[in-house]
């Protein structure tokens, strides 16, 4: 029966469900506002063929629609389909359009905090880590500050479950990383570079076209789910375990000039929808990842392996030389990041 159960209408059913819900949150507020229509664009980086495009980016529009009463109208737009990816903080600095979810790193040449919002290799154990880091810790205000230095309103984090690794060879011991290409950004790209691999950077559709052409040998592919959806497992021998990170973040951003417009109730809204699609996401990918691992070992299409514990402990301490590396380039903005995450992973016992 399993079979003949589509995993992603399971999912769509969850979704459906919580976007129900939580448009009976806050109806109250959104109904007692003013009834003028707001309506805005949004623009991702996710391809529009793996799951959670929908699942997760369209269902937060329709949240935000239903929460709001149809107060705030947002249009969930493709990659590309306003400014290219690379250049949509600047865009939405600009007001060229309003909102966007989108990947951190993109933009830490110019602001190096944002590589800290995805979150370092083997840092948060878990969500609830990364949840105290933002908000109890305080990071989300260091965000919001460098953010808003470029006219760019840092919403929150939207999380998901894990890093996982498709490669060509085995990866039991820093020794195997020696040599190869790896598609990653940010500072974990410097991490795997002191390990001795290479780090190459490509957007995600070339990225899977360069690991099907053999031009890189490794990919750290967010989650395993999207990954798969992306068709790595075809051409992959592979899957190291454990997750790289157990928890990994995009975010949602929009023009600041147009949030500072927003009523109270709005904003509200926003940041609530923003952490419902943590939840949404963090699900989709924690199940469809068990999925995907299962139907790897029985359909014996590939072999797991795992890095031993002197490999993750020492990739541990290479992620916080980089940082300390960052806070020293950055002492404005990355050095406060920086000491909140080593003090969230000292009172947890990993350094």
């Given at each position: 029966?399993?079979?003949?159960?589509?995993?992603?209408?399971?999912?769509?059913?969850?979704?459906?469900?919580?976007?129900?819900g939580a448009?009976?949150?806050?109806?109250?507020?959104?109904?007692a506002?003013?009834?003028?229509?707001?309506k805005?664009?949004?623009?991702?980086?996710?391809?529009?063929?793996?799951?959670?495009y929908?699942?997760?980016?369209?269902?937060?529009?329709?949240?935000?629609?239903?929460?709001?009463?149809?107060?705030?109208?947002?249009?969930?737009?493709?990659?590309?389909?306003?400014?290219?990816?690379?250049d949509?903080?600047?865009?939405?600095?600009?007001?060229?359009?309003?909102?966007?979810?989108?990947?951190?790193?993109y933009?830490?040449?110019?602001?190096?905090?944002?590589?800290?919002?995805?979150?370092?290799?083997?840092?948060?154990?878990?969500?609830?880590?990364?949840?105290?880091?933002?908000?109890?810790?305080?990071?989300?205000?260091?965000?919001?500050?460098?953010?808003?230095?470029?006219?760019?309103?840092?919403?929150?984090?939207?999380?998901?479950?894990?890093?996982?690794?498709?490669?060509?060879?085995?990866?039991?011991?820093?020794?195997?990383?020696?040599g190869?290409?790896?598609?990653?950004?940010?500072?974990?790209?410097?991490?795997?570079?002191?390990?001795?691999?290479?780090?190459?950077?490509?957007?995600?559709?070339?990225?899977?076209?360069?690991?099907?052409?053999?031009?890189?040998?490794?990919?750290?592919?967010?989650?395993?789910s999207?990954?798969?959806?992306?068709?790595?497992?075809?051409?992959?021998?592979?899957?190291?375990?454990?997750?790289?990170?157990?928890?990994?973040?995009?975010e949602?951003?929009?023009?600041?000039?147009?949030?500072?417009?927003l009523?109270?109730?709005?904003?509200?809204?926003?940041?609530?929808?923003?952490?419902?699609?943590?939840?949404?996401?963090?699900?989709?990918?924690?199940?469809?990842?068990?999925?995907?691992?299962?139907?790897?070992?029985?359909?014996?299409?590939?072999?797991?392996?795992?890095?031993?514990?002197?490999?993750v402990?020492?990739?541990?301490?290479?992620?916080?030389?980089?940082?300390d590396?960052?806070?020293?380039?950055?002492?404005?903005?990355?050095?406060?990041?920086?000491?909140?995450?080593?003090?969230?992973?000292?009172?947890?016992?990993r350094?």
């Amino acid at each position: 029966m399993a079979e003949n159960i589509s995993r992603r209408k399971v999912i769509k059913a969850g979704m459906a469900a919580a976007a129900v819900g939580a448009a009976a949150v806050m109806p109250r507020v959104a109904r007692a506002a003013s009834k003028k229509k707001i309506k805005w664009r949004m623009q991702t980086h996710w391809p529009t063929g793996v799951g959670y495009y929908k699942d997760v980016y369209v269902n937060f529009c329709d949240r935000v629609r239903a929460a709001s009463d149809g107060e705030l109208d947002i249009t969930p737009l493709p990659p590309g389909a306003i400014v290219p990816t690379k250049d949509v903080f600047e865009a939405l600095g600009r007001g060229l359009f309003e909102i966007s979810l989108i990947w951190p790193t993109y933009w830490m040449g110019k602001i190096p905090v944002a590589a800290h919002i995805n979150g370092q290799l083997f840092s948060w154990a878990n969500a609830a880590e990364m949840y105290a880091y933002f908000y109890d810790m305080g990071a989300i205000e260091v965000f919001r500050q460098a953010y808003g230095d470029h006219g760019v309103q840092f919403v929150g984090p939207l999380p998901m479950a894990g890093v996982g690794l498709f490669s060509r060879k085995p990866i039991r011991t820093l020794d195997d990383f020696k040599g190869f290409k790896v598609r990653s950004t940010g500072i974990a790209a410097q991490v795997f570079q002191k390990a001795g691999a290479t780090p190459v950077f490509f957007p995600g559709t070339p990225a899977c076209r360069a690991f099907h052409f053999f031009w890189f040998m490794i990919t750290p592919w967010r989650l395993i789910s999207a990954g798969w959806d992306m068709k790595l497992q075809e051409v992959s021998k592979f899957i190291v375990r454990p997750n790289l990170a157990e928890i990994n973040n995009g975010e949602i951003i929009m023009n600041q000039k147009k949030w500072n417009a927003l009523p109270p109730h709005l904003q509200a809204i926003l940041e609530e929808c923003t952490r419902s699609a943590g939840i949404d996401f963090l699900k989709w990918t924690g199940y469809n990842d068990i999925l995907d691992i299962k139907m790897w070992n029985d359909k014996k299409m590939g072999e797991l392996c795992t890095l031993d514990e002197d490999s993750v402990a020492q990739m541990r301490k290479f992620s916080i030389e980089v940082v300390d590396e960052y806070s020293k380039k950055d002492p404005k903005y990355s050095a406060k990041a920086g000491q909140l995450l080593k003090d969230l992973m000292k009172m947890a016992g990993r350094i």
